[in-house]
């Protein structure tokens, strides 16, 4: 079942149910902001103090770094790209079987992307919430010059526990460590007890976090970078939108193109970014 839905000030979004499972997509940046399979906790992270704005991005969920990842080198332009303050299309919600709901959603260029980005484009965003949650992300170079971009779905998984989190898949990989701006190499599988923003280069592995009560498989479809981010208690101070302590419950695994994993696409071509997650049950 499908249900289009505001909240109090109006900010649309789409409640999708089914026999396995549920989840809410802001039309706002195409954005799931939350994921549930059917008799399992909530596997996406939502700040409490999230803001549903027209312009705004939403602090949780799987907001859509596109057309570039991160800051821009004009700082008048927004970080992460516009697709995630942007509101999309709805093309379709196809009801595939009893356990299958797949929603479609499309930006394409408009004056108001021509001036931040002069290109045109198609961004199709399919998600697909099943026993799995499926992001796709594919774009489509309409335009008759080529572009380059960077992308990146920022998942917010929630965890009980950040200090109790362990992620399994980054052992042996090389990684820019965003804080002292140097390449490190990853000796072990990662424990986070403090403030942590790598961006793994040359990964195109599974992933897994695992805490004490539940595990969370990731798997990457066109992506050979992985970003890792918590701002811990310090930086959690400076973030409007999240409580101080809440960085406790959270942690950004991001299935990227990123550094010089960057793609440029030439007139008529696509490409498409994927990210699938889903429960491990032991
Ligand atoms: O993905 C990690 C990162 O780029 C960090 O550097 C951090 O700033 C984070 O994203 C959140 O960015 P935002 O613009 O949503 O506050």
Redesign the pocket.
């Known amino acids: 079942m499908i249900e289009f839905k505001t909240f109090s000030n109006g900010f649309p979004y789409i409640e999708v149910t089914n026999s396995v499972a549920s989840a809410k997509i802001a039309l706002h940046g195409a954005h799931v902001f939350e994921y549930k399979k059917e008799g399992k906790s909530e596997l996406l992270w939502l700040s409490s103090l999230a803001l549903f704005e027209e312009n705004k991005?939403i602090?949780g969920g799987i907001?859509i770094c596109w057309p570039w990842?991160?800051p821009h080198s004009d700082s008048a332009l927004p970080?992460?790209g516009f697709a995630r303050i942007s509101r999309f299309t709805f093309v379709s919600c196809d009801e595939k079987d009893e356990a299958t709901s797949i929603v479609t959603l499309k930006l394409t260029d408009s004056p108001k992307t021509r001036i931040v980005w002069d290109f045109s484009f198609e961004l199709l965003v399919t998600i697909t919430i099943s026993k799995k949650l499926h992001v796709s992300l594919k774009t489509t170079n309409t335009d008759i010059k080529e572009f380059k971009i960077t992308q990146?779905l920022?998942s917010y998984l929630s965890v009980e526990n950040i200090s109790d989190v362990e992620v399994f898949g980054v052992k042996n990989c090389t990684y820019f460590d965003?804080l002292s701006k140097t390449m490190e190499v990853q000796k072990d599988d990662l424990h986070i007890n403090q403030e942590i923003?790598r961006i793994y280069t040359h990964l195109n592995k599974n992933i897994i976090l695992k805490e004490k009560n539940r595990a969370i498989f990731l798997q990457n479809s066109n992506s050979n970078s992985l970003?890792i981010?918590n701002?811990w208690s310090e930086k959690a101070k400076f973030?409007k939108d999240m409580q101080d302590y809440e960085y406790k419950n959270m942690l950004?695994i991001?299935s990227a193109n990123v550094l010089d994993d960057y793609k440029i696409l030439q007139p008529n071509c696509s490409i498409t970014l994927g990210l699938k997650l889903s429960y491990i049950s032991y």
């Open positions: 991005p602090r907001p990842f991160g970080q992460h990146a920022h965003q923003d970003v981010w701002p973030i950004c991001e």
